[in-house]
């Protein structure tokens, strides 16, 4: 029943700039920092952006550092992110991620089926 669900993602331009979605249902969303998350052929999965539960802080990867921004709606229980002045080499498969951690010390993860990006000329 748990699901995260990306959308937005396509083709794109170099210099373009496409913003991603991800849908949360059957778990308590405003618990969940949220992340976003890509992979590009041959290369490892790597962090691109996080947000926190109630989204007063965020991190990015150095790489789309003042590009790329990313913002969640508790009340929409979505997580957004946003892509400017986009690069070849950000094409990839991009996924959200859901975590938390209980009282007891146990994290909870969640993961969604991923949205190809494609930023070419």
């Known amino acids: 029943q748990v699901q995260l669900v990306e959308s937005g993602g396509g083709v794109v331009q170099p210099g373009g700039s496409l913003r991603l979605s991800c849908a949360a249902s059957?778990?308590?969303?405003?618990?969940?920092?949220m992340s976003w998350y890509r992979q590009a052929p041959g290369k490892e999965r790597e962090l691109v952006a996080f947000?926190?539960?109630?989204?007063?802080?965020?991190n990015y990867a150095d790489s789309v550092k003042g590009r790329f921004t990313i913002s969640r709606d508790n009340a929409k229980n979505t997580v957004y992110l946003q892509m400017n002045s986009l690069k070849p080499e950000d094409t990839a498969v991009y996924y959200c991620?859901?975590?938390?951690?209980?009282?007891?010390?146990?994290?909870?993860?969640?993961w969604g089926q991923g949205t190809q990006v494609t930023v070419s000329s």
């Open positions: 947000i926190s539960s109630a989204g007063e802080s965020t």
């Open positions: 991620n859901g975590a938390v951690r209980t009282v007891w010390g146990r994290k909870i993860d969640y």
């Open positions: 059957g778990f308590t969303f405003s618990h969940y920092a």
